[in-house]
T-cell receptor, first 117, second 114 residues
């Protein structure tokens, strides 16, 4: 079974600085997708960024970027120029590429990010 | 702005009562997921529908939980009878069912069973 591990229960960063959240996963699959979701205090789960395992290029969405190391099974999230609105719980998630039969997400336990003014 | 709609946002009930949570997926999405979030277990899948048919409900306690999709615009999750250990946030998510099948989440239902 696939597992996702986020080793940092909590992280903090100063406003305008950069922070990296770690995520590792375990799978025997070669094709899969990886996601980072953000959950602010409002409880809404918001997709931040996604990565297809077959793509070597790291995904980027504005201030958010990932460092995807397939061989190491590592998928870290970098937030640049941190803003107060980035404060939230961040979840790393895995989904196998199963040809359409099973799209379920496997989540890590989350990292609580605090942004200090 | 298309979004997944869940009702109610909050529900407080007494042990033994029936609880029904509803979800309206994004129009055109044919996959629907129910997840439960607790402090201890984190986010875990309860059930998954594709084209209204249940494909995976292995994470759902069958004796008290049931999930259905009466039509393409409504998914329901029922608990009967409810127990205090069912207290959690229940999320519904929907996706297009192709390619990445990005899952878009509703705001969740916070359930408290006293």
């Amino acid at each position: 079974a696939q597992t996702v591990t986020q080793s940092q229960p909590e992280m903090s960063v100063q406003e305008a600085e950069t922070v990296t959240l770690s995520c590792t996963y375990d799978t025997s699959e070669s094709d899969y997708y990886l996601f980072w979701y953000k959950q602010p205090p409002s409880r809404q789960m918001i997709l931040v960024i996604r990565q297809e395992a077959y793509k070597q290029q790291n995904a980027t969405e504005n201030r958010f970027s990932v460092n995807f190391q397939k061989a190491a099974k590592s998928f870290s999230l970098k937030i640049s120029d941190s803003q107060l609105g980035d404060a939230a719980m961040y979840f790393c998630a895995y989904r196998r590429e199963s040809g359409g039969s099973n799209y379920k997400l496997t989540f890590g336990k989350g990292t609580l990010l605090t942004v200090n003014p | 702005d298309a979004r997944v709609t869940q009702t109610p946002r909050h529900k407080v009930t007494e042990m033994g009562q029936e609880v029904t949570m509803r979800c309206q997926p994004i129009l055109g999405h044919n996959t629907v997921f129910w997840y439960r979030q607790t402090m201890m277990q984190g986010l875990e899948l309860l059930a998954y529908f594709r084209n209204r048919a249940p494909l995976d409900d292995s994470g759902m306690p069958k004796d008290r939980f049931s999930a259905e999709m009466p039509d393409a615009t409504l998914a329901t999750l029922k608990i009967q009878p409810s127990e205090p250990r069912d207290s959690a946030v229940y999320f519904c998510a929907s996706g297009r069912g192709t390619g990445e099948n990005i899952q878009y989440f509703g705001a969740g239902t916070r359930l408290s069973v006293l």
